[in-house]
């Protein structure tokens, strides 16, 4: 094998492109991208070492602890309603208020700052091409193959203005950071983690359509949550007065499994792709008691918005926003455990924050993509300082947050609580892996790659490692 430049990581658990340093994906520069900022602390000289053996993760969480019940049974009140869909409203309208990178497309300007959106281009460039990658095959990348993407944009440059164009996604779709599917990694270790992976969006998401590609296979979108490069293939163009009235439908239904199967016929046998949990449709019919029928969108032969109807399993979907308990926060969160880790969404799973997303999404509430926006929602309880000790954070914790309503945060992760046992508080979490590095600058890496619920010692193997170690802030969502 190779010995490769790698860089210190773990698991970042948001696709937004953050370098992953530090013991558990803890991200280390303070990075402005496009209108997001990536927070980063105490750099580490890059390390020329061998690839690890993978290390296996022990979980050894009691078997009744991962289940929704388990934790259900120790609330006082599980059932009582937290907040009704008229407080939801002004929950979701206090988030789009907060500086959280919500974009809401129904206000979206037809045209856009040519020299703005350069800038923004120029930002992912630069930043992408400041650290060393290379491919699948363990070549090194040179610069010469990022300039051939950047040259790749069609773009006119001496334009003042840029014609928006607004669509909606046909099928899931990777957003990338650069218009390619190739993918790059910045440690020989971390083959399951894309740098050029920024997140992913669901069938029947709003788009405004900035510019292409010069072959018009990559469009650069900016959706709701997140912005980057999809492939043209996967919208349908439209204009604005549909997506306002999209965005607007008062009927809809809203998946509630981890995925779901859509189907173009009744007799749901042409099977079109799966959405997970927390993507919502618009409602045409209830059929019985065995499938909802929805709205979805497609392409014609032109590439222009055609909406069909389509045909879910009643178990996957429910017909409103479900009722936000603790108890059904906490059954949606544990639908999830074991799912597998996707960072960015990649393959069509998800990381930490847009599992917690798709979590809240089944209530109607909306929040920011990334970890460290996430934890701006709601109420911060607590911002601990460096000088705390584990037992100190664990203790406000276990006396101060709510199972299933709080977040429990460190740098590039976040985690919701679901409560405590034997003085110990746990949360479920999609988790990459826990990684560190000795004296001698060995990597060590335990990966687990799925949803767990867990203590907060995840990690403890290595001194100041643990996420209780590194665990920076608490909120509540209310």
């Not at 992408?128 to 950047?150: A, G, M, V």
């Not at 928006?164 to 440690?187: C, G, Q, W």
Request: hydrophobic share 35%; proline share 4%; net charge positive.
């Amino acid at each position: 094998m190779k010995y490769l430049v790698i860089f210190i990581s773990l698991f970042v658990c948001s696709g937004v492109y953050a370098q992953q340093t530090g013991n558990t994906g803890i991200c280390n520069d303070t990075v402005a991208i496009s209108s997001k900022t990536v927070s980063i602390k105490n750099p580490i000289e890059l390390k020329y070492i061998q690839p690890q053996e993978r290390l296996i993760f022990i979980d050894e969480t009691f078997k009744n602890m991962k289940s929704a019940g388990y934790w259900i049974s120790k609330l006082d009140n599980p059932d009582d309603v937290i907040l009704s869909k008229k407080e939801i409203k002004a929950f979701n309208d206090k988030i789009f208020n907060t500086k959280v990178n919500i974009t809401n497309l129904k206000d979206y300007p037809d045209t856009i700052n040519t020299a703005d959106f350069i800038k923004t281009l120029q930002s992912r460039f630069d930043y992408i091409t400041k650290k060393q990658y290379f491919n699948e095959n363990f070549r090194e990348i040179q610069i010469e193959y990022f300039q051939y993407l950047q040259n790749s944009i069609d773009l006119d440059k001496n334009s003042q203005k840029l014609q928006v164009k607004f669509a909606m996604t046909v099928k899931y779709s990777d957003v990338r950071i650069l218009p390619t599917e190739d993918k790059i990694f910045s440690d020989v270790n971390n083959f399951d983690i894309d740098k050029l992976q920024e997140e992913s969006l669901d069938l029947g998401i709003p788009l405004a359509v900035i510019c292409q590609t010069k072959n018009k296979k990559w469009s650069y979108v900016v959706a709701p949550l997140e912005e980057g490069w999809i492939k043209t293939e996967n919208l349908a163009y439209t204009d604005k007065k549909t997506i306002t009235k999209w965005i607007d439908t008062k009927k809809i239904a809203v998946i509630t499994s981890t995925k779901a199967d859509i189907f173009l016929d009744e007799s749901m046998k042409n099977y079109l792709e799966y959405a997970r949990m927390g993507n919502n449709f618009p409602l045409v019919k209830k059929i019985g008691k065995t499938k909802i029928c929805v709205n979805i969108p497609t392409a014609d032969t032109q590439g222009n918005l055609v909406l069909k109807k389509a045909y879910i399993p009643r178990e996957n979907i429910n017909p409103e926003f479900l009722q936000f308990s603790q108890r059904n926060i906490l059954t949606q969160a544990f639908k999830h455990l074991n799912s597998p880790y996707g960072w960015g969404g990649y393959n069509g799973e998800q990381d930490c924050s847009s599992f917690i997303g798709q979590i809240f999404n089944c209530f109607g509430i909306v929040m920011p993509e990334t970890s460290f926006q996430k934890i701006k929602c709601g109420t911060l309880l607590t911002e601990f300082t460096s000088n705390q000790l584990p037992s100190q954070k664990e203790e406000f914790i276990i006396t101060n947050a709510t199972a299933g309503l709080s977040f429990i945060y460190l740098p590039g992760h976040i985690t919701l609580y679901v409560g405590n046992e034997k003085n110990k508080p746990y949360a479920i979490h999609a988790i990459w892996g826990v990684s560190a590095y000795d004296q001698n600058g060995q990597k060590t890496v335990k990966y687990i790659n799925k949803v767990i619920v867990s203590d907060l010692d995840v990690g403890d193997n290595v001194p100041m490692n643990s996420l209780a170690d590194r665990v920076t802030k608490v909120n509540l969502l209310r």
